[in-house]
């Protein structure tokens, strides 16, 4: 041997020693593996795990840090109209996202049921801020977009009705009377600002390094 | 978990780069010193004289699995994030009983001939623009990555799964197999000859 | 003819009479190298949540070779699309970062160690033109092969070797299968 051979001596014990502990050791903790049910149970119950569409328009309208709304439909439903800030993230992908620990995740579908199972997919994850639409984008719709404000005159409730239709107004929404009938929600024409808006953040940050890493798999040794 | 820190965006693509440089120094570094640099030395091992190879990547293997086991373990690094190559058994096999008969008739491999070609020898920059001139043929042939290509596939497929063996079991058993493989190769030295040295 | 390639361990032996010879430290515990080695590749999943890798790199400059020369045809394979950008132009890959730092590495290593040398290895039984031929040769069968295998021995054999993929430790076994059936057939090249 040209070095002292108790050098591979050494390393060989060691390999041995923590290769025999890896068998009682059990398996590594596993990012993806635990659903726990009786927590994610627990959450439900609380209502803590959706989101009003008014309070998801509030956050996007006051620009909360590290939000993700993520639209788990397919492509042409995207195209045809989302949230403003709405990135696409199919179902089946979500999980293997790499959304960052501090983020906020908002998931939204049509009816809201596919926003639901990509909740537990993610908080089975690991992923903890992870909210959904509960009544998906109808609620947008119905809430923000076509919002019904009521006419009575109290202080508290016409604090509220401004409050309601400033917000639709800022997403192009249209505000109707309780007396009018739900106006066809229309196909709202966003204006340069939203548009800009409601891509996903681009160059730099999330948007990025997600397309570096995704370039960076697949790519062979 | 705070590991793999590039896949938890602790920073971003350009200081990715930065890193691979670094990684890549070290890499060719090492490689270098234990003479994997040498074609003559890596030969060595297929007439079992100098077995410096098999020594080098069974005790790097071993280092990396354990090390990777018990990070993941101690839950510094989120191992489901590890990218794994995927296995395909056909391609896979058939693309190794070629690389093999390559390696044999090189006397490197493609990083070490990287190497090799860095520090001067003419067969490194041979097997080097060999490698391309074939990478290259067969790129252009696949014009589709149908057929054989993609036979077989089996998505990440690990040990452990394979085996139904829990994950610790599978480390031992390779720990064993490289220091079971290390004796034979000692022995084997011992008795075909002496080590390339230089 | 005694093949004197395989020597037993001399120090200062000199070898075609290169005067550099004698400045030439003999080469590390291979153990300890490749300790080295698992730490490096360990770094590299801690870090990256990838591993290393070689014939990638080559995948890489060929796709970017092809773009420019062949643009229609790049385009046209589905394995160099992957090496390129949506529009067909070539992209900074990882991968061909890390081997331009092995290949310096490598060299500083060689630098160092004084092992820096303009020749061809090869066994006294072989001209070098031929050598040459025959590194050329294995490399593209080598090539060939690293394609349909994904990899080679730094991707496949080391990095899914650590990871215990079953395709990894089907090819490692199959390359080391093959090396040494072959070898007898080019015995010439080395002793």
Request: with cysteine; proline share 4%; glycine share 12%.
């Given at each position: 041997m040209s070095v002292?051979?108790?050098?591979?001596?050494?390393?060989?014990?060691?390999?041995?020693?923590?290769?025999?502990?890896?068998?009682?050791?059990?398996?590594?903790?596993?990012?993806?593996?635990?659903?726990?049910?009786?927590?994610?149970?627990?959450i439900v119950e609380r209502e803590e795990d959706h989101v009003t569409a008014l309070e998801l328009a509030d956050w996007i309208r006051g620009k909360r840090p590290n939000l993700r709304v993520v639209d788990v439909r397919d492509s042409s439903a995207f195209e045809a109209y989302h949230i403003p800030r709405a990135e696409r993230i199919a179902l089946r992908d979500l999980a293997s996202t790499p959304f960052g620990k501090a983020e906020t995740i908002v998931l939204y579908s049509d009816g809201g049921a596919h926003s639901a199972q990509g909740w537990v997919f993610l908080r089975a994850a690991g992923h903890e801020r992870v909210y959904f639409l509960r009544g998906g984008l109808s609620e947008w719709l119905d809430d923000v977009m076509n919002p019904a404000i009521s006419s009575s005159t109290s202080e508290s409730s016409r604090a509220n009705s401004a409050r309601i239709a400033e917000i639709s107004r800022y997403f192009g929404g249209v505000p109707r009377s309780e007396e009018q009938g739900e106006q066809a929600p229309q196909a709202v024409p966003l204006s340069d600002a939203e548009r800009h808006n409601s891509q996903p953040r681009a160059e730099h940050g999330h948007a990025a390094s997600r397309k570096a890493i995704a370039r960076l798999r697949g790519r062979g040794c | 978990m705070s590991a793999p820190f590039f896949e938890l965006e602790a920073f971003g693509e350009g200081t990715s780069l930065v890193v691979a440089m670094l990684i890549g120094i070290a890499f060719g570094w090492v490689l270098e010193r234990s003479g994997m640099g040498s074609a003559r030395k890596l030969a060595g091992q297929f007439y079992l004289r100098d077995l410096t190879v098999f020594k080098v990547m069974f005790t790097a293997i071993v280092t990396a699995m354990l090390g990777m086991f018990w990070l993941g373990w101690l839950g510094f690094v989120d191992i489901s994030r590890i990218y794994v190559p995927e296995t395909f058994i056909l391609p896979q096999l058939a693309g190794g009983l070629i690389f093999g008969a390559g390696f044999a008739i090189a006397g490197l491999c493609p990083g070490t001939s990287c190497v090799s070609a860095a520090t001067g020898r003419a067969d490194g920059v041979a097997v080097v623009l060999g490698m391309f001139a074939g990478v290259l043929t067969m790129g252009a042939l696949l014009g589709s990555l149908g057929g054989f290509y993609s036979s077989t596939p089996r998505g990440v497929l690990t040990l452990p799964d394979f085996l139904g063996a829990s994950y610790g079991v599978v480390v031992f058993g390779v720990v064993l197999v490289a220091l079971v493989g290390f004796r034979a190769a000692e022995a084997a030295e011992r008795r075909f000859g002496g080590r390339v040295d230089r | 003819m005694t093949a004197a390639v395989f020597e037993p361990r001399s120090r200062g032996a000199l070898r075609e009479g290169s005067p550099a010879r004698s400045r030439a430290k003999p080469y590390a515990n291979p153990y300890l190298s490749g300790f080295a080695l698992g730490i490096v590749l360990l770094a590299t999943f801690v870090i990256m949540g990838r591993g290393l890798g070689a014939s990638g790199a080559f995948a890489s400059a060929a796709a970017a070779v092809s773009a420019s020369a062949a643009p229609e045809a790049a385009r046209a394979s589905d394995y160099f699309a992957r090496y390129l950008s949506p529009e067909g132009s070539p992209t900074v890959d990882w991968l061909v970062i890390e081997l331009i730092g092995v290949t310096i590495g490598g060299f500083?290593?060689?630098?160092?160690?004084?092992?820096?040398?303009?020749?061809?290895?090869?066994?006294?039984?072989?001209?070098?033109?031929?050598?040459?031929?025959?590194?050329?040769?294995?490399?593209?069968?080598?090539?060939?092969?690293?394609?349909?295998?994904?990899?080679?021995?730094?991707?496949?054999?080391?990095?899914?070797?650590?990871?215990?993929?079953?395709?990894?430790?089907?090819?490692?076994?199959a390359a080391f299968a093959a090396g040494y059936a072959v070898a007898p057939l080019v015995r010439r090249a080395w002793t």
């Amino acid at each position: 041997m040209s070095v002292a051979p108790g050098y591979q001596r050494y390393l060989g014990a060691a390999a041995l020693v923590l290769g025999t502990l890896a068998i009682v050791a059990g398996s590594p903790r596993l990012g993806n593996a635990r659903v726990d049910i009786a927590g994610l149970a627990q959450i439900v119950e609380r209502e803590e795990d959706h989101v009003t569409a008014l309070e998801l328009a509030d956050w996007i309208r006051g620009k909360r840090p590290n939000l993700r709304v993520v639209d788990v439909r397919d492509s042409s439903a995207f195209e045809a109209y989302h949230i403003p800030r709405a990135e696409r993230i199919a179902l089946r992908d979500l999980a293997s996202t790499p959304f960052g620990k501090a983020e906020t995740i908002v998931l939204y579908s049509d009816g809201g049921a596919h926003s639901a199972q990509g909740w537990v997919f993610l908080r089975a994850a690991g992923h903890e801020r992870v909210y959904f639409l509960r009544g998906g984008l109808s609620e947008w719709l119905d809430d923000v977009m076509n919002p019904a404000i009521s006419s009575s005159t109290s202080e508290s409730s016409r604090a509220n009705s401004a409050r309601i239709a400033e917000i639709s107004r800022y997403f192009g929404g249209v505000p109707r009377s309780e007396e009018q009938g739900e106006q066809a929600p229309q196909a709202v024409p966003l204006s340069d600002a939203e548009r800009h808006n409601s891509q996903p953040r681009a160059e730099h940050g999330h948007a990025a390094s997600r397309k570096a890493i995704a370039r960076l798999r697949g790519r062979g040794c | 978990m705070s590991a793999p820190f590039f896949e938890l965006e602790a920073f971003g693509e350009g200081t990715s780069l930065v890193v691979a440089m670094l990684i890549g120094i070290a890499f060719g570094w090492v490689l270098e010193r234990s003479g994997m640099g040498s074609a003559r030395k890596l030969a060595g091992q297929f007439y079992l004289r100098d077995l410096t190879v098999f020594k080098v990547m069974f005790t790097a293997i071993v280092t990396a699995m354990l090390g990777m086991f018990w990070l993941g373990w101690l839950g510094f690094v989120d191992i489901s994030r590890i990218y794994v190559p995927e296995t395909f058994i056909l391609p896979q096999l058939a693309g190794g009983l070629i690389f093999g008969a390559g390696f044999a008739i090189a006397g490197l491999c493609p990083g070490t001939s990287c190497v090799s070609a860095a520090t001067g020898r003419a067969d490194g920059v041979a097997v080097v623009l060999g490698m391309f001139a074939g990478v290259l043929t067969m790129g252009a042939l696949l014009g589709s990555l149908g057929g054989f290509y993609s036979s077989t596939p089996r998505g990440v497929l690990t040990l452990p799964d394979f085996l139904g063996a829990s994950y610790g079991v599978v480390v031992f058993g390779v720990v064993l197999v490289a220091l079971v493989g290390f004796r034979a190769a000692e022995a084997a030295e011992r008795r075909f000859g002496g080590r390339v040295d230089r | 003819m005694t093949a004197a390639v395989f020597e037993p361990r001399s120090r200062g032996a000199l070898r075609e009479g290169s005067p550099a010879r004698s400045r030439a430290k003999p080469y590390a515990n291979p153990y300890l190298s490749g300790f080295a080695l698992g730490i490096v590749l360990l770094a590299t999943f801690v870090i990256m949540g990838r591993g290393l890798g070689a014939s990638g790199a080559f995948a890489s400059a060929a796709a970017a070779v092809s773009a420019s020369a062949a643009p229609e045809a790049a385009r046209a394979s589905d394995y160099f699309a992957r090496y390129l950008s949506p529009e067909g132009s070539p992209t900074v890959d990882w991968l061909v970062i890390e081997l331009i730092g092995v290949t310096i590495g490598g060299f500083a290593s060689a630098f160092f160690a004084g092992r820096l040398r303009h020749a061809v290895e090869r066994g006294p039984r072989i001209s070098d033109a031929a050598r040459l031929r025959l590194a050329f040769v294995g490399g593209s069968v080598m090539g060939v092969g690293a394609v349909l295998a994904r990899g080679c021995t730094s991707g496949q054999a080391l990095t899914g070797g650590a990871l215990l993929s079953v395709g990894s430790w089907l090819f490692m076994g199959a390359a080391f299968a093959a090396g040494y059936a072959v070898a007898p057939l080019v015995r010439r090249a080395w002793t």
